[in-house]
């Protein structure tokens, strides 16, 4: 059985970038139990977009919303700790995230007890 798996999703004013992530989310061949976002008080639509992908997610979405910007890394910190499950992926908002990534690194960790972090290559893309 696999492990359960979170998203740890933190957000600033990512509208522009944000439907293309939460889509390749979408695509993942083992979904994650759970997605965390932390918005950092965002003045665009950052939120809406999130809150209308919640509401067809087929696992459980919970955004949360800063009064006042924490800035990235305790904004990280922040997501990370609200996660519930065992393995914990972290996402920026302008990620486009492989369809197979949650399934390889979830197999790898089961795989590998003694390693408890891992990361991936990435490619560089733009507009």
């Known amino acids: 059985m696999n492990p359960t798996t979170s ?3 933190c957000t600033y004013n990512g509208d522009r970038f944000l439907p293309s ?7 993942q061949t083992q979904l ?3 997605l965390i976002v932390c918005d950092d008080n965002s003045t665009d639509s950052t939120v809406k977009t999130l809150e209308k992908f919640a509401q067809k997610a087929p696992f459980k979405v919970q955004i949360i919303i800063n009064k006042t910007s924490l800035g990235v890394v305790k904004n990280f910190e922040k997501a990370a700790t609200c996660c519930q499950n065992e393995i914990i992926f972290f996402c920026d908002q302008d990620d486009l995230w492989m369809p197979t990534k949650i399934e390889k690194q979830t197999k790898f ?4 007890p003694d390693i408890q972090v891992i990361f991936s290559n990435l490619d560089l893309v733009d507009e």
Request: proline share 6%; net charge negative.
């Open 32 to 34: 994650p139990n759970e």
């Open 21 to 27: 992530q939460l889509e390749s989310l979408l695509r």
């Open 109 to 112: 960790l089961t795989q590998n």
């Open 7 to 9: 998203i740890a999703l």
